[in-house]
Nanobody
């Protein structure tokens, strides 16, 4: 059974940093694209960053480019999101997800292309 668990959310002031981690259980994530998504109150879930199975290709959303960095450690079944220069608009629930088999990697990324999701972790950025 696949289970994804995010940790590392919390509250931070504008300009601060956080690192989110996602542990993928019961899966072989090194064969699949992984992604981070977020959902703010009253808004649709949006892609933040995604990374290819090998980790060699990454894509970031325009709003986070240059501030956030996605990475993965396939030996530890871990996915990370390093968030720097956080802004109040980054406040949301953040989710990690595993893409469907056969999905490549590219942008924009559609949540419908991801099969398995974590429960989410809250990130609050105060001004």
């Amino acid at each position: 059974q696949v289970r994804l668990t995010e940790i590392g959310g919390g509250s931070v002031q504008s300009g601060g940093s956080l690192r989110l981690s996602c542990n993928v259980f019961g899966y072989a994530p090194n064969f699949y694209t992984l992604g981070w998504f977020r959902q703010a109150p009253g808004q649709e879930r949006e892609g933040v960053s995604c990374i290819s199975a090998s980790g060699h290709s990454v894509y970031d959303g325009v709003s986070v480019k240059g501030r956030f960095a996605i990475s993965r450690d396939n030996t530890q079944n871990m996915l990370y999101l390093h968030m720097n220069d956080l802004k109040p608009d980054d406040t949301a629930i953040y989710y990690c997800a595993v893409a469907s088999p056969g999905y490549g990697v590219g942008w924009p990324v559609d949540p419908e292309d991801f099969d398995h999701w974590g429960q989410g972790t809250q990130v609050n950025v105060t001004s």
